[in-house]
């Protein structure tokens, strides 16, 4: 079974400056994907950005970057020049290669200050 | 095309009433996911379809949960004698495959309350 660990209930962070979310996760699978999901109050899941966890190179989606430790089973997102569109909750999920359901954290609330 | 629709997007009922939520998945997605999420808590995994089958029910809590996929598209949860513990937010999404990335498309989410 694989769980995911969201440590920051809450983060805060100025416009136009840079914020990282914190996750980590465990895993017996040596393959499998790792997500971070953004939750608007609308309540609709979007997709910010995932990572297959046999590359080695941190994915990037514009403003959005991850930190992925394979080791230490880390797995941070980095939003650069944040926006207060950014302002949502965000998950982190994991997903085995051979599986189909994906495993959530707790979710982190980020508010984003003019 | 659309997105992934659900309906109703609140539900109101009393304890011990049946209830049924229904997810139009993105057209030609043949894999659909239905996922619970608490007030406060990340989604969790209720079950999932391949086509019309359940290929996988083991997140359902218990027996009062159903879900049918008859022809392969729409999807209904069905849950029956609700309970106060039930309220939630149920979440379905789908993906054009079930296994590898198999991106999973959401929808906006029935938000169930029980009295």
């Known amino acids: 079974a694989q769980t995911v660990t969201q440590s920051q209930p809450e983060m805060s962070v100025q416009e136009a400056e840079t914020v990282t979310l914190s996750c980590t996760y465990d895993t017996s699978e040596s393959d499998y994907y790792l997500f971070w999901y953004k939750q608007p109050p609308s309540r609709q899941m979007i997709l910010v950005i995932r990572q297959e966890a046999y590359k080695q190179q941190n994915a990037t989606e514009n403003r959005f970057s991850v930190n992925f430790q394979k080791a230490a089973k880390s797995f941070s997102l980095k939003i650069s020049d944040s926006q207060l569109g950014d302002a949502a909750m965000y998950f982190c999920?994991?997903?085995?290669?051979?599986?189909?359901?994906?495993?959530f954290g707790e979710g982190t609330q980020l508010t984003v200050n003019p | 095309g659309a997105g992934v629709s659900q309906t109703p997007s609140n539900k109101v009922t009393e304890k011990g009433k049946y209830v049924e939520l229904r997810c139009d998945p993105i057209?030609?997605?043949?894999?659909l996911y239905w996922y619970r999420q608490s007030l406060g808590q990340g989604p969790e995994f209720l079950i999932y379809?391949?086509?019309?089958?359940?290929?996988?029910d083991s997140g359902l809590p218990n027996d009062r949960f159903f879900a049918v996929r008859p022809e392969g598209s729409v999807s209904t949860l069905k849950i029956q004698r609700t309970e106060r513990g039930d309220s939630a937010v149920y979440l379905c999404?789908?993906?054009?495959?079930?296994?590898?990335?198999?991106?999973?498309?959401f929808g906006p989410g029935t938000r169930l309350t029980v009295l």
């Open positions: 057209s030609g997605h043949t894999a």
């Open positions: 379809f391949q086509g019309t089958g359940a290929a996988d």
């Open positions: 999920a994991t997903k085995e290669t051979s599986g189909s359901r994906l495993t």
């Open positions: 999404a789908s993906s054009q495959r079930l296994a590898g990335v198999g991106e999973q498309f």
